[in-house]
Structures are given as C-alpha cells and as structure tokens.
C-alpha cells in the first residue's frame, strides 16, 4: 500500500515562495504518478498538476502556470511542489496524492499561510 | 473547463436512512467519474471511481451509478462514520475537475 508523508505546516509573506515535500514509501516510486491538489479554508478541491518521475515530466492546471514547479526525486523518492509569488489567496491545504485521474493515496495535507 | 456541480450542498439525515447525493457535469465526462469523502481535518478518501467501482475496503453500503452528465453516490443505510463532506470529481476532460462538495449533517 502506498504511503505518502508530506512535510509540515508553513508561514510565508506575501510574494515570498514555498516548497512543500511529499515522501512516498510502499510501492515503486518510479511506477507513480504524483499530483498535487489545494482546498482552500471552507473550499472543494482543486487540481494543480501532476509528474510522472520516471520520465520527470510535469503538466499544470493553467491557473498555476508559470508560478508552480512539480519535480521528483526517485533517489528519496519524494516529489515536491514549489510555489511563487505567494498571496493571501494561496493560503490552502496542500495535499499531494497518487494518480493523476482519480486519486487513491493521499498525504496527509501541509498548512501553507500567507500572511503579512 | 468542466464544472462540476452538487445538490444539495448540505443535506440533514439520520443514521439508517438511505441518502442519495447527485453531481452534474457541464459537458459529457463518460464514466470518468469518482467520489470521495472527507472528515474534518483529514485528507480526502476516495470512495468510487469509474462511476460505479468502489475503491479497496470501502463498504458494499455505497454505490455510485451514471454516465454521461448525471451521477449519483448512494448510502443504502447511514452509519455515524458516514457523516462527512462528499466531493465528485470528473477526471474525462482536462483539467480534472471537482465539484464543490454535499455535507451530510444530523
């Protein structure tokens, strides 16, 4: 069964970046697609993008591009999902999940506040 | 983009009924299709995917049906474990898409 473990709450100013991790354990991380998803406080989900590390290919919901980076690291097996130019509005849980259509595993979610 | 929408947004119930929860897709999405659910502070749990499959270890007292633009989760008897939030997501056209959830509340 896969296992994914993100890393933990962060605080971040207005325009600054934040990169969040997402360390997978149970399966082969290079067999994996890794998507990352927000909700935002009292909101649905929303689909950011998602990597294939085998191939270290990422796509992005166009809302994020240019301000969002997806990498992987199969050494570690770890993805992680970088954002930029942060506003109040970013402030969200992130999760990240395995999959890139329906989602099976999921971490358990980084608290990212922006906040001046 | 695919908007996904959910009625109703919050639906009052008691344990033992049976609740049916709706989703419509503004376009056709096929049977590309999943549910899943959520408690408070926790990540989201999918339930059913491929509109009618549940996932590994979810309970025979949920089905999901439809094709196309219309889709419902049913709960054949409620369990207090049950109440939580339910979100659709559509993953046939891109970008995938959720709809903005269906609280079952006592």
Redesign the interface.
């Known amino acids: 069964q896969v296992q994914l473990v993100q890393s933990g709450a962060e605080v971040k100013k207005p325009g600054s970046s934040v990169k969040v991790s997402c360390r997978a354990s149970g399966g082969t991380f290079s067999n994996y697609v890794i998507s990352w998803l927000r909700q935002a406080p009292g909101q649905g989900l929303e689909w950011m993008g998602s990597i294939i590390p085998i191939f270290n290919t990422a796509n992005y919901a166009q809302k994020f591009q240019g301000r969002v980076t997806i990498t992987a690291d199969e050494s570690t097996s770890t993805a992680y999902m970088e954002l930029t130019s942060l506003r109040s509005e970013d402030t969200a849980m992130y999760f990240c999940a395995s999959n890139s259509n329906y989602f099976d595993y999921w971490g358990q979610g980084t608290l990212v506040t922006v906040s001046s | 983009e695919t908007v996904m929408t959910q009625s109703p947004a919050t639906l009052s119930v008691s344990p033992g009924e049976r609740v049916t929860l709706s989703c419509r897709a503004s376009q056709s999405v096929s049977s590309?299709f999943?549910w899943?659910q959520q408690k408070p502070g926790q990540?989201?749990?999918?339930l059913i995917?491929s509109a009618s499959t549940r996932?590994?270890g979810i309970p025979a007292r949920f089905s999901g049906s439809g094709s196309g633009t219309e889709f419902t989760l049913t709960i054949s008897s409620l369990q207090s474990e049950d109440f939580a939030v339910y979100?659709c997501?559509q993953?046939h056209n891109w970008?995938?898409?959720?709809?903005?959830?269906t609280k079952l509340e006592i």
């Open positions: 590309n999943a899943y990540a989201p749990r999918l995917y996932a590994t979100y997501q993953y970008p995938q898409t959720f709809g903005q959830g």
